[in-house]
């Protein structure tokens, strides 16, 4: 079935730092590829989104290329700031599937 | 616009007793679902439904009930609370179950079973 591996963390890093979160996924098809946000006490946020291979999803600083070749979709942000300290899930869907989650990734980011 | 509300946010059970979570939608979404977070495993789907009166299992559907009288409702029953179902549960809808649709969440109930 499909699956979604990303590194699972915790990540730390001071703030203004590069971030780089990996995500790697296994699917039949051609599935869209989310990334969602968890702040603390809270569901889950769309952070971004893309459909096709090539795609570059991107918000508040945060981006993501949807590499079919490779079959990854790293988050990326060039500095992060202290209110970026979430989880962070890698997903993906395909026609008629069920979304299917990764086990996140826990950020910290240091004053 | 209140997107995707879950009732209760907190609740403790005891062993054996049962209790229904409550999820209700305004975006007339056609596909809801439940889903369980633990700690290292992410989220996994409970159950799923892609329409009123239509509802399927997912990957943990022991130990859990629902059901779809109307597109806004999808409640999440359990019948007789043990501790291995102790976890944060998220309601969670969508426009269509078809690749590219954006999944909204609710803010989470968190249950604990003693």
């Known amino acids: 079935g499909d699956s979604v591996t990303q590194m699972e963390g915790p990540v730390t890093l001071s703030e203004e730092a590069f971030l780089t979160i990996n995500c790697t996924y296994t699917?039949?098809?051609?599935?869209?590829l989310f990334w969602y946000v968890q702040y603390p006490g809270e569901g889950l946020q769309l952070l971004l989104k893309?459909?096709?291979?090539?795609d570059k999803g991107s918000n508040k600083g945060f981006e993501a290329t949807y590499r079919k070749e490779t079959t990854s979709f790293h988050l990326e942000k060039g500095s992060v700031q202290v209110s970026d300290s979430a989880v962070y899930f890698c997903a993906l869907v395909g026609d008629g599937q069920n979304f299917v989650f990764g086990p996140g990734t826990r950020l910290s980011v240091l004053p | 616009n209140a997107g995707v509300t879950q009732t209760p946010k907190f609740q403790v059970l005891k062993t054996g007793q049962s209790m229904t979570l409550q999820c209700a939608q305004d975006?007339?979404?056609?596909?809801m679902s439940w889903y369980r977070q633990d700690p290292g495993m992410g989220l996994r789907l409970i159950h799923y439904?892609?329409?009123?009166?239509?509802?399927d299992q997912g990957e943990v559907p022991n130990g859990y009930n629902v059901s779809r009288s109307t597109t806004e409702d999808f409640p999440l029953r359990l019948l007789s609370a043990a501790p291995s179902q102790t976890s944060v549960y998220f309601c969670?809808?969508?426009?269509?179950?078809?690749?590219?649709?954006?999944?909204?969440f609710g803010e989470g109930s968190w249950l604990t079973v003693v």
């Open positions: 699917a039949t098809g051609y599935p869209s």
């Open positions: 439904s892609v329409g009123a009166g239509i509802t």
């Open positions: 975006m007339n979404h056609e596909y």
């Open positions: 969670a809808s969508s426009y269509q179950q078809t690749s590219g649709n954006t999944i909204y």
């Open positions: 893309a459909t096709k291979a090539d």
